[in-house]
């Protein structure tokens, strides 16, 4: 687990009380900041920046001098000594001594004064790359984001299931004790209390299926935010009392999502990168200039004559320049394998922006369909709960049978699950929206 997730969950403990201090209390925006804090995708991600950031660094020292000590020792054979007598009646003099000890140490300066354009090319195109690890950074975060709310907003739904099939299951229980007191009377047969405890029977199997679902979203919800068990973990809302608001205009939203995703920005920035890159390609056709100043210090120095087992300095200051003429075609094929990336790159970026395009118009179509679903989940609850209630009044007044319970009570089980799900669906809807956005 990453650092900031461990100080994260210990703030959040804090939080909680000393007489909670093993549960985490979730609500969207917590779980959302708890799942980027533990994400290693999140982390590789700000690696990958890192490591783009350190490129522009590389890149801008092209443009600075170099500066190269180096120093050597060397231990040869015996040769043998050239002397010349240069005046008759005099001791001759070597002008090629036996030396078989050499040491030499050198400072080296080097400074490109042109180099075609590839320096400034080569910057240009590291920068947009850092950009576009950047944008893809955010993008990252904003599957992360979406991914813990999904899960937040299904854990949510499942637990509210669970709740609903206890509830199911205290009415059939009821159902079952009013059969039997009823059959007791003489008011109803064998075969409806038989019924009612078939109805608790199927009502026990609901329980223990929506308790496995809860328990997988839960667990899923778990490692996206990283709480170790045997923490646990409360949500803050089961069926949540208020809604998302209505989505603005569609022409509005394409607008922000083609300025925002971070998708786009990503593709564009390395549309720059590679129109740098095409430049930075050229340069080898094109003449390059450097400065280079150097100082010897050497036993012996090769400059000095006759050489003598003696330390001399020595200095050099050159302008040197160099133009390739001809490389069979491999400056313009690099060339032309720039450009064709970058032509399918802008290809790519015309496909995403149409997709992302159709993914606003799904979201919102999304929400707006959750938002008058839940509207009508919500009537649909109310007027199953009072038709039950009714029902099981008649019921027990020998007005209505068995079969009618069981199936008010089928229809009232069916509504509570599609209220929780039509709750939920729109905040999952309004996450999407977001995400298509880019927010």
Do not use: C, K
Request: proline fraction near 4%; charged fraction near 25%.
């Amino acid at each position: 687990m990453p650092v900031l997730a461990i100080a994260l969950l210990a703030v959040t403990l804090a939080a909680t009380g000393a007489g909670a201090a093993d549960t985490v209390r979730l609500d969207p925006e917590e779980t959302v900041r708890l799942a980027l804090a533990a994400s290693h995708r999140v982390a590789a991600a700000g690696a990958r920046v890192s490591g783009s950031e350190a490129a522009v660094e590389a890149a801008d020292a092209a443009a600075w001098p170099r500066l190269t000590a180096s120093a050597s020792a060397t231990r040869q054979s015996s040769v043998p000594q050239f002397d010349v007598a240069l005046t008759p009646g005099m001791p001759p003099i070597g002008l090629y001594p036996d030396i078989r000890n050499t040491f030499a140490a050198n400072l080296n300066l080097e400074q490109v004064v042109y180099a075609g354009g590839a320096i400034t090319s080569n910057r240009m195109a590291a920068r947009s790359t850092a950009e576009a690890s950047r944008a893809e950074e955010d993008s990252t975060r904003s599957r992360v984001v979406l991914e813990s709310r999904r899960a937040y907003w299904n854990a949510a739904a499942t637990q509210a299931e669970v709740d609903n099939a206890h509830a199911e299951r205290e009415r059939a229980q009821r159902l079952l004790t009013d059969a039997r007191s009823l059959r007791e009377a003489g008011m109803a047969v064998r075969a409806d209390v038989l019924s009612a405890q078939a109805q608790l029977a199927a009502s026990e199997l609901r329980v223990v299926r929506t308790e496995t679902d809860a328990a997988d979203a839960m667990a899923t919800l778990r490692s996206l935010v990283q709480v170790p068990l045997p923490t646990a973990i409360e949500l803050a809302d089961r069926v949540p009392a208020r809604l998302p608001p209505q989505p603005a205009p569609l022409t509005e939203l394409r607008d922000e999502a083609r300025t925002t995703r971070s998708e786009l920005v990503s593709m564009r920035s390395s549309l720059d990168a590679l129109a740098a890159r095409e430049e930075a390609a050229r340069a080898p056709a094109r003449p390059s200039v450097a400065a280079v100043a150097q100082w010897l210090m050497a036993r012996p120095n090769q400059r000095y004559f006759p050489l003598t087992d003696t330390w001399h300095d020595s200095w050099s200051v050159a302008l040197s320049g160099s133009w390739r003429l001809w490389d069979a075609g491999r400056t313009r094929a690099g060339v032309a394998e720039v450009r064709w990336q970058h032509r399918a790159l802008a290809e790519d970026l015309a496909e995403r922006e149409r997709t992302i395009d159709l993914e606003v118009d799904t979201a919102r179509r999304n929400l707006e369909s959750s938002l008058a679903a839940v509207r009508a989940a919500d009537a649909s609850w109310e007027a199953a709960r009072a038709r039950e209630d009714a029902v099981r009044e008649r019921y027990q007044a020998g007005l209505d049978t068995m079969a009618d319970v069981l199936q008010a009570q089928a229809a009232l089980a069916a509504a509570e699950t599609q209220r929780v799900r039509a709750r939920t669906s729109a905040w999952v809807a309004a996450a999407d929206l977001a995400h298509a956005v880019g927010r």
